[in-house]
């Protein structure tokens, strides 16, 4: 007989819940897109290099998520006044570090899918109140790294919410409810309370769940389950709950600032940051000062992902400034200056720096790697460093389907696949061996033809009867790319024969729709020789 105790039935109505809302996550059009990019994201080696390389090609096969994370990379926030434009996911990576580019990407992941629906509105307030959340816990720590871990453990706080919210409109509708008061004057439960009795499983359990399937690591899956009402009373200073009570406060926060008139808001804030001073070892007036700052932060944001608020909705409360510190018994806007905030823009960053140029701008995008590849040669740099955003500037700029750099392996003089970016990058830099050393009467490939050479060549169809007899046999079994572009780096030196250093490969996936002009391949010759000079300052030759 099948066991129907309540905590069986329970048990069953939470798999029941959790299996609909997985599927509805499957079939809905732009969910496995997302949840792939998390798991990419999550899945990196622990090779240092591989990270780079996976990340960098992980985020750059999301076109929107590759804009819109240049975009906010280049925000005050993050960029220095005194810096060139970030224009490359590889110059991000370098200049505010894989965690830090790491986390902000599956940041723009778990919001980048979600708006434009029916409920879009209500969605786009619950997203801004998260991500406030996630700013506001970023804002309470000194250290940058900290800063990022926090961000995005407060902003995941969030996920069993946001999931229900997207996927399941009706049931958090009747969450809401619940949590006003039940009828027949029922008194209101808390959102975990409700959520169990709506959907069979709390919200803390549906989102680390989830957060599983995502493959997402365990601090992070920690911070999703809220540790409750009751804060310590003892400093939490380098131990690892004390993420999880500064997303607390942080989402705590962010709804006394969503809800709350500005007239009354100091005080609440004030209470709220009474409550965990000891835990978190907070100044007086300090989440006052951060909501501030977060405003700021907020407002860039918005700007940067072109999101826009209705004016006068709860949701504005979020991205003004100017109210934040007005202390209790003043009125509106009758506190510190925005300059005693600290909130005040030097003329060297008063205004946002300008976007990214988009795919389609190809001149321009060449431009600005060529940009980030001097500022990265003008200073200490790794060469994969200078080589990675070469081939990132390419991918984009030709809008490829994948680009290569091939290094020459001295000891077998042959040309070996590298670094890879694009569709089927590891495949293709696996296949990639172009012999330079060939027997007598032995005629070279294309490929080693065009390295022996020196002769840049783009290959308009490889299926031209001209073409594919001098295809090698490991191009036309694993590559197969009906157009592609060939550049070689070659070293000359005095007195000496010129020596191939390496080759860089980007192809297509239509014959004829890899079509460069001068000034296009100009600039791509000047990256090319850029690739040289880094080799030559690396290895002093």
Known sequence: ?????????????????????????????????????????????????????????????????????????????????????????????????????????????????????????????????????????????????????????????????????????????????????????????????????????????????????????????????????????????????RVWWLASLANEAADVMLKTEPVDLAPRLQALEARFQVPLEMASGELQAAAGRARRRMSELTDALNMTVPGGSPAERLLDVWYVDAPQGEAVGAGPTPEALGLTESPDDGALPASPPEAHDAISILGSGIQDVTSVLTGPFQLQEVLQVILETMLRALDCRRVLFCLRDPRAAALQGRLALGEGGDVVRNAFRVPLVHARGETPDLFAAVCLRNVDTLIADAAAPAIAPRLPTWFRERVQAPTFLLMPLVLKRAGQPDAVLGLIYADKTEANSLVLDEQTLSLLRTLRNQAIMAFRQATGT
């Open 1 to 241: 007989m099948a066991d129907s105790t309540p905590e069986s039935n329970a048990l069953r109505e939470a798999h029941l819940t959790l299996d609909y809302l997985l599927r509805r996550m499957r079939h809905k059009s732009d969910f496995p897109a997302l949840s792939g990019a998390v798991t990419r994201v999550q899945a990196l080696s622990d090779s240092e290099t591989e990270n780079l390389q996976t990340l960098c090609d992980g985020i750059l096969q999301d076109v929107a998520l590759t804009h819109k994370l240049l975009r906010l990379v280049n925000t005050a926030r993050y960029r220095r006044a005194d810096s060139d434009p970030i224009s490359t996911v590889s110059r991000a990576v370098s200049l505010i570090g894989l965690a830090g580019v790491r986390n902000l990407a599956l940041s723009l992941m778990l919001l980048e899918h979600m708006p434009d629906k029916a409920h879009a509105q209500q969605l786009k307030e619950a997203f801004l109140r998260v991500v406030m959340a996630g700013t506001l816990a970023s804002e309470l720590c000194t250290r940058r790294d900290d800063a990022e871990a926090a961000f995005v453990g407060a902003l995941f706080r969030n996920l069993g919410p946001l999931l229900v919210a997207y996927y399941l409109p009706d049931d958090a509708e009747q969450i809401g409810q619940l949590m006003q008061g039940g009828p027949d004057g029922q008194p209101p439960l808390s959102e975990e309370a409700a959520a169990r009795r709506v959907l069979g499983l709390g919200l803390n359990q549906l989102g680390v769940s989830v957060g599983r399937l995502w493959s997402l690591p365990d601090a992070l899956l920690a911070c999703i389950v809220d540790p409750g009402d009751t804060v310590p009373n003892l400093p939490l200073a380098g131990r690892p709950d």
